[in-house]
């Protein structure tokens, strides 16, 4: 029996899992550990032996009492899957030629969901994150949360961005050129570092408090 979840209901009561996901989890925890790797790589919802992402959440979470770096790259991997398929905001995707990309807004978005979902992660990995007991119970539910949270924060940021200029024969101060020329805002190293978005976000907002005095 998969071990009872933790957090509990302002009424007192305890998190409980679906019905179908215990009875999943149940079959699962009898399989041979390279099995259970094997059916967490199928990606397609439909198939007869796909995972829930509840239950390779649940597997995840339990493998921090494991040893093998290797299975949890595996079910790490596949999580990851799940949570950038459940961030993808429906409507968001398109295709340039036969290859297919998503708006900028919708990379935005799915970006910032999967970065607070490795947080919560994280912090579990490190104890035991109660919060992340909801995605245990309703993993479609618990995205759609995270991600609505998400695109409410991308819309709110991008309304605060102000136009370099508000003339079209205004000219741009030199050092915002000297800034500009040496700026790739497209440094996928920079983006995804933590501590880069960080200055970033606090430059953004001296310079709105600026403008407004």
């Known amino acids: 029996m998969a071990e009872p979840l933790r957090m509990k209901y302002p009424n007192g009561v305890t998190y409980q899992r679906r019905d179908e996901i215990e009875a999943v989890l149940a079959k699962l925890e009898e399989l041979p550990r390279d099995q259970l790797m094997e059916r967490m790589k199928i990606a397609t919802p439909s198939h007869p032996d796909f995972i829930p992402p509840e239950c390779v959440l649940h597997f995840v979470r339990k493998s921090k009492l494991d040893n093998s770096d290797r299975q949890f790259q595996i079910m790490y991997r596949a999580l990851m899957a799940r949570v950038e398929k459940a961030a993808t905001v429906p409507g968001t995707r398109h295709y340039v030629g036969d290859k297919e990309a998503m708006t900028l ?19 579990d990995r490190n104890g035991y994150l109660e919060g992340l007991d909801y ?30 200029s508000y003339d079209d024969d205004e000219s741009i101060s030199p050092a ?38």
Do not use: C, H, M
């Open 105 to 123: 807004r919708g990379a935005a978005i799915a970006d910032a969901v999967v970065f607070q979902f490795e947080v919560k992660l994280t912090k």
């Open 135 to 164: 995605y245990e119970v309703n993993f479609a539910s618990a995205l759609a949360s995270l991600r609505l949270t998400a695109r409410e924060k991308v819309d709110r940021e991008a309304n605060r961005v102000q136009p370099l």
């Open 176 to 213: 915002v050129e000297k800034a500009a020329g040496s700026f790739n805002p497209f440094d996928q190293e920079k983006i995804d570092d933590p501590a880069y978005r960080s200055v970033v976000g606090a430059a953004i907002k001296r310079l709105q408090n600026k403008n407004e005095t």
